[in-house]
C-alpha cells in the first residue's frame, strides 16, 4: 500500500507529500511553520508508464513489482486529479507514537498534520486575501484616475466608504 511504503521509506517521525510541485511545496512550507517533518516524494515518469501498462484495464491498480510501491501509488492517485492541484500526505508513520514522549509528542494518536493542513489553509486564505484587496486597489486607483473616456484624469477626494464606489468624473 502507499501507507506501508511510505512508513518504509519514512519512518515514523516523517510523514511523506505527494502530489502537484507547487502544492507539495506550500504544503512543506506549512510543515515547516507548524514544527512537523514532512519530506516530498516523487511521481516519477516510470511508475506513470506502470500504472498505464495494464492489457485490460484503462489503469492498472496493482502490479507485483514490490519496488517502489509508494511511488506507484501516488502515479495512481495522479490519474484521478486530471489538472486539479493537490498533495496527498501519508501521515501513518507518524499518526501514532508507540513508543516514549519526544518534543511536544505525547504517546499514542499524535494529531500528525493536522497543525500543517491549519498553515496551509491560513497561508491560502492570506494569499486570496491579499490578492482579494490588491485588486480592490486596483479598482480604486483605476475608478479615480481613468476618466469614461480612458483618459489619465487628476485624482479625486477619496472620502467614500471602502465599499463604496468612486463617482465618474464628467
Known amino acids: 500500500t502507499l501507507t506501508g511504503h511510505m512508513v ?3 519512518g515514523d517521525r516523517v510523514g511523506g507529500v ?13 510543515g515547516v511553520r507548524a514544527g512537523e517533518a514532512h519530506w ?3 511521481i516519477p515518469e516510470d511508475m506513470v508508464e506502470r500504472v498505464n501498462a495494464s492489457k485490460i484495464a484503462d489503469l492498472l491498480q496493482h502490479d507485483w513489482v514490490r519496488w517502489g510501491g509508494g511511488l506507484y501509488a501516488a502515479a495512481f492517485l495522479r490519474e484521478f486529479t486530471g489538472a486539479v492541484p ?3 500526505l501519508d501521515i501513518a508513520g507518524p499518526a501514532f507514537n508507540s513508543g516514549g514522549a519526544f518534543g511536544h509528542v505525547t504517546q499514542g494518536g499524535t494529531g500528525f498534520a493536522v497543525t500543517t493542513l491549519v498553515e496551509y489553509a491560513r497561508a491560502l486564505a492570506d494569499f486570496r486575501r491579499a490578492g ?3 485588486r480592490q486597489h486596483q479598482n480604486r486607483c483605476h475608478d479615480d484616475f481613468i476618466g469614461r473616456n480612458g483618459h489619465v484624469v487628476g485624482q479625486q477626494d477619496d472620502t467614500r466608504e471602502p465599499d463604496e464606489p468612486a463617482e465618474r468624473l464628467q
Do not use: R
Open 40 to 42: 516530498a516524494m516523487p
Open 8 to 10: 518504509l521509506a519514512l
Open 132 to 134: 482579494h484587496q490588491h
Open 86 to 88: 493537490w498533495a496527498h
Open 18 to 30: 505527494l502530489g502537484s510541485d507547487d502544492v507539495v511545496a506550500d504544503v512543506l512550507a506549512a
